[in-house]
């Protein structure tokens, strides 16, 4: 074809990227000692390898040493040698390596580029423009939280060795969302790549060692689960940091429960791309394509999840259509590539299945027509239609180049359905009307909701996950939060409960009379606890004090569904809620008197200390409400034409174990600052001291607290922090009890991944709440990140 016969067919010619020095990197080594460990290269100690494939080809690219158990043992001995001096480096030192690191990522930007494009089969357009441009900003952004450490996050160091393992559908993007942030704490690092792309992270490696980067700081073990699970279940590791599907996040969870590793969850999601009638059309056309087909589809926050207007649905599918009929699939290496392969032979069986599930439920899949290479794990891009809101493509994770297209009427029936799902990683909202997306925003159940875009990140700007996408924030100031220890808590070690939980020791007794019975707190009212049961209470003395409810799993149940019909709470005014709280502080202080003598007869505390407690619960309220309007998020400007809102939203039905020392502090501590930032709670109280929480009754029920707003169901601590554990509509859970009942909790709440704190089975001195209080009012809040474009 001469250049006039190509002008008339305005046809793209190829326009490959050379891959002979990625070639040669490949050539030039032996990958059997691809393991990085103690600044030195290493084969397995069996001498395993295991393959590793080009996707566009099938062919085989590399063989790479595995890791065993014993290697991940060595790997985590060299962290932990390397930490003491890493920790005691300066920030400015510091600094310098991540700036080194980011700027020989930048002189070796396009042999990373190509080797990930081999490796994965992503478009090399993506790996060159998005990608590894990302990856190196992450670096240099990461230098300044590195300096800036002491100064923006007093009092708070290092975690310690971190733990991280990866995916394989952006493997050099999610190394440095790992590694840049662990550096920057003051951590040393294990890190495990996917076994399907191990390829990019090797060449890390040979960049942090021409880097200076000081042996055992970084360490980079390959393989697969097993190798990961060597990781999750080390002693030495202090924080593992995961990305992948949410049934391994689940896995994880469970093995770290009771262990005190600090824990953050990157998993999966079904986001939904809304587009409002009054959307720019083609804006929202090529947001799709980029929302769904980017990486093939294979990316956590894919927009796999169309929901479009009715009045606009027949149009939007033509056009989606015709620009579907426009993509180019085929070898990832052509800059002129939309679609490449899919990663592995795998993985492409998997979205076969998956499209054919789909289609035996009733779906109708649409897909171009067009030819796909003879070799590779090509798959055509699909729309499908006709799905109800249970079939499998509605609801569950693809991670293939599958769109499922729903309509809806209005802005309500828009978010019901965008929320339904379990995952809830992100959306993206397309309306000419900024009030109306800025409106629908905040209801959606996403952790990034990205207006008149999609797939726009920053180092700046956290990404994470609401729900079963997981917990914690990669980026930003509250990435690095996940890297740093909290505020050590002092206080003693919590006994674990005796059969009765430290209460009386008569046992059950059940109450004749309706009136005797005593009473829990659900939505509002005074009620009887389902059993009719109730627990004797004894004083310092031993003495019979009093009965309290014997909670039971039913009327934690109605608790939570209280607490999550008081939807009024979250919706009100943060100034509102402020008031609500200093109301609250105002009519305990009335009470004053009485209060200090029930902490006093029940637990012996002088009238002094106890007079102490109810002086700093009431201050502690104040606190809180003074802080309702003021701990809000952020605005980030990150390099591009968007503001990103990074806004402080409640967590939502929170449930609170509290323990018995300072039984009035002990639970208003905790329970102030998550009801400032607009959560509803089901607390359950000390068990032994219980009257104390009973008394509170009557507080709340004169200071405008909403119903449902703060529920109390006393019982047997232990028994109750298991049953909101494993309550799939508590969104997170606060546990200050023994180590045991601490180490159930965490375990039982990975049914739905809540967010569980605990206290590790330590009673903290809550006399010094205040030093507290911070953590507390930044573990009430998911930070939401709204990007909001702007310009011509
Ligand atoms: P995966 O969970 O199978 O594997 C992820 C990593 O975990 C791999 O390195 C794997 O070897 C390792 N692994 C597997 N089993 C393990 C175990 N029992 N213990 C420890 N490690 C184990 O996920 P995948 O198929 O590689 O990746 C796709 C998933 O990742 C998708 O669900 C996607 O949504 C998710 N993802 C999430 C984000 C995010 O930021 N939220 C980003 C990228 C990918």
């Known amino acids: ?95 310098r390596v991540l700036y080194a690191i980011g700027r020989a990522m930048q002189r070796h930007a396009r042999l990373f580029a190509v080797l990930e494009t081999i490796d994965n089969g992503k478009p090399i357009r993506e790996s060159r423009d998005v990608d590894v441009p990302l990856a190196i900003r992450h670096f240099i952004h990461h230098a300044g939280w590195a300096q800036a450490l002491e100064t923006e996050f007093p009092g708070r160091a290092g975690v310690g060795v971190a733990g991280q393992i990866i995916p394989w559908n952006f493997p050099l993007l999610m190394l440095a969302w790992k590694v840049a942030p662990a550096l920057a704490a003051g951590c040393t690092v294990v890190l495990k790549p996917a076994e399907f792309t191990p390829l990019t992270a090797i060449l890390f490696a040979e960049i942090c060692e021409r880097a200076g980067i000081p042996a055992g700081v970084v360490n980079i073990v390959h393989g697969g689960p097993e190798t990961g699970e060597a990781i999750v279940g080390h002693d030495g590791v202090d924080k593992i940091a995961f990305t992948g599907s949410s049934e391994v996040g689940k896995i994880i969870r469970r093995a770290t429960a009771g262990t005190g590793k600090k824990l953050s969850l990157e998993l999966g999601g079904k986001s939904a791309f809304i587009v409002f009638e009054d959307a720019d059309l083609d804006s929202a056309v090529e947001g799709l394509v980029d929302g769904i087909w980017f990486n093939q589809g294979q990316v956590c926050c894919a927009g796999s999840r169309l929901l479009v207007q009715e009045g606009i649905a027949e149009k939007f599918i033509g056009r989606v259509k015709a620009r579907m009929a426009n993509l180019r699939v085929g070898d990832p290496l052509d800059k002129n590539t939309d679609i490449g392969p899919l990663v592995d032979a795998s993985q492409l069986d998997r979205v076969r299945g998956m499209v054919a599930e789909g289609m035996a439920q009733g779906a109708a899949c649409w897909t171009p027509d067009a030819e796909l290479p003879a070799a590779g794990y090509y798959h055509l891009p699909v729309l499908a239609t006709e799905i109800g809101t249970s079939n499998l493509l509605a609801q569950e994770e693809v991670f293939g180049p599958v769109l499922a297209a729903m309509t809806f009427r209005s802005t309500d029936e828009a978010i019901q359905l965008a929320n339904n799902t379990r995952y809830g990683l992100a959306a993206s909202v397309w309306s000419e009307s900024v009030s109306l997306a800025l409106h629908v925003a905040p209801q959606l159940k996403a952790g990034v909701v990205w207006i008149n875009g999609t797939n726009m990140f920053d180092a700046a700007c956290g990404f994470g996950g609401y729900r079963e996408s997981g917990f914690g924030r990669e980026g930003g100031r509250e990435g690095m939060l996940e890297y740093l220890t909290a505020p050590k808590l002092s206080g003693r070690r919590i006994d674990p409960a005796p059969a009765l939980s430290g209460i009386g020791a008569r046992g059950e007794v059940e109450t004749t009379g309706l009136d005797r019975t005593p009473k829990l707190y659900i939505g509002g009212k005074q009620v009887r606890p389902d059993g009719n049961y109730s627990i004797p209470i004894l004083d310092r003395k031993g ?116 323990s018995d020392a300072q039984p009035l502090l002990g639970l208003l501590a905790m329970a102030a600052p998550a009801l400032a930032m607009g959560n509803t709670i089901v607390a359950v109280p000390s068990a032994a001291h219980a009257l104390v929480a009973t008394d509170l009754y009557q507080v709340l029920e004169t200071s405008d607290v909403p119903s449902g707003a703060f529920n109390i169901v006393t019982g047997r601590a232990s028994e109750l922090a298991k049953v909101l554990a494993m309550h799939d509509d508590v969104d997170g859970l606060w546990v200050v009890a023994d180590a045991d009942t601490c180490a159930v909790a965490e375990r039982e709440s990975a049914g739905n991944l809540k967010r569980v704190w605990t206290s590790g089975g330590i009673a903290p001195d809550w006399t010094g709440w205040q030093a507290m209080q911070g953590s507390f009012l930044q573990r009430a809040v998911e930070i939401k990140n709204v990007w909001v474009p702007y310009g011509d």
């Not at 067919?9 to 070639?23: K, Q, T």
């Not at 001498?47 to 996707?55: I, S």
């Not at 595995?66 to 962290?79: H, N, R």
């Not at 608790?559 to 019909?565: I, T």
């Open 543 to 658: 003495r019979h004090a009093g009965e309290v409810g014997l909670g039971s799993r039913k009327d934690i149940r109605d608790a939570v569904s209280a607490a999550r019909a008081a939807k009024g709470w979250a919706e009100a005014t943060a100034f509102n809620r402020a008031q609500v709280l200093y109301y609250l502080a105002e009519n305990l202080a009335i009470r004053t008197d009485e209060f200090a003598a029930r902490i006093a007869g029940l637990t012996g505390a002088s009238t002094k200390v106890a007079r102490a407690e109810v002086d700093a619960s009431i201050e502690c309220l104040f606190a809180a409400a003074g802080m309702a309007d003021k701990f809000e998020g952020r605005a980030h400007q990150p390099p591009a034409r968007a503001v990103t809102l990074a806004l402080h939203e409640p967590v939502g039905v929170l449930g609170l174990v509290a």
């Open 1 to 95: 074809m001469n250049i006039l016969e190509r002008y008339e067919a305005m046809d793209y010619a190829p326009a490959p990227e050379s891959r002979s020095e990625a070639d040669a990197w490949l050539k030039g080594r032996d990958l059997a000692k691809a393991l990085y460990i103690g600044g030195k290269w290493k084969a397995g100690s069996t001498g395993a390898t295991f393959d590793v494939r080009e996707p566009a080809s099938g062919k085989l690219l590399a063989s790479v040493a595995e890791a065993t158990a014993a290697d991940v043992d060595e790997a985590v001995k060299a962290a932990r040698r390397a930490l003491p001096k890493w920790q005691a480096t300066s920030g400015f030192e510091r600094a």
